[in-house]
């Protein structure tokens, strides 16, 4: 029974082929230019496009589960090729942003529904994955200053945000795509905890063993910082979410263990996981 894995190189998506792989599934690494990738030697790699249809039949021949991720413009090509090729059930990672209200009038919202409602009127079965904000976003957030000034600049140091371990997500989907019981289940995915990210910043300085400094920002200044290192869509998004911390506890979640029997894990440990990334 043979697993692909779209996105085999992205930070959710290598955990995933590489958890598959680890537990003697058969396991297919996509990625639109594998030769550029590190997929292990010797593993069944193939080069394919979400948004290109004639290069899926190639990457779906003989499976009958996939990890995806969201790529809208490509998604009736994928259901017509995954349907021909026999897949029978397709774990993606969403996000938590398509149950905000007016879901099609935000941009992020909008781009995950439109994948989601494809793949529920298909043929397949389907698990989604919607994640809050990972922990990863850390690095387009932080990595330069930390790397280059020692500092970080924050605009709500006392925000409190919830971020998702990566591993978590892919634990998440290995066992929605090798366990029963989870078709037709969306999951929303929050961290176990909520530091805030005055909280966060410490975490890293300690998984580094020094002290980063904290300057507070007006938002206009994050906004510019920001706009250095993340996409211009999510920039906005990011903030909003960070002014949406400040106000009471933030909410968190337990389904990482509900679903995989093991605690999710916290920001400190993805920071000690990735000190190398902001030496
Ligand atoms: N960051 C957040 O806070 C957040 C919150 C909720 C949901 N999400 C979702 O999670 C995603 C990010 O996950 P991540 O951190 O694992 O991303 P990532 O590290 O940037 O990896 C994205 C993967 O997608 C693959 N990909 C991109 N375009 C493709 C295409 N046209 N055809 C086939 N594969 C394609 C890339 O593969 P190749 O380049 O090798 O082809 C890459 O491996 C977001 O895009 C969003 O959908 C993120």
Known sequence: MTSVVFGASGNVGRHVAEGLNSVGAQVRWVGRDPNSARFPAGADIVAADLECP????????????????????GIDGFVAAAEAAGVRHVVLLSSGAVTLPDPMDNPVARMHLLVENALASSRMEWTFLRPGMFASNALWWWQRSIREE??????????RTAPVHERDLAALAITALTEPGHHGQAYEVLGPESPTLREQVQHIGSALDREIAIEVVSVDEARADLRKTVPPFAVEAILAG??????????????VE????????TFAEWARDHASDFR
């Open 242 to 255: 960070w002014q949406a911390g400040l106000t009471g506890p933030h909410e968190v979640s337990t389904i």
């Open 258 to 265: 509900e679903v995989t029997g093991r605690p999710g894990r």
């Open 54 to 73: 004639e290069t899926l039949p190639a990457a779906l021949d003989g499976a009958e589960r996939v990890f995806l991720y969201a790529k809208p413009e």
């Open 150 to 159: 020692g500092a970080v600049r924050l605009p709500y140091p006392e925000a």
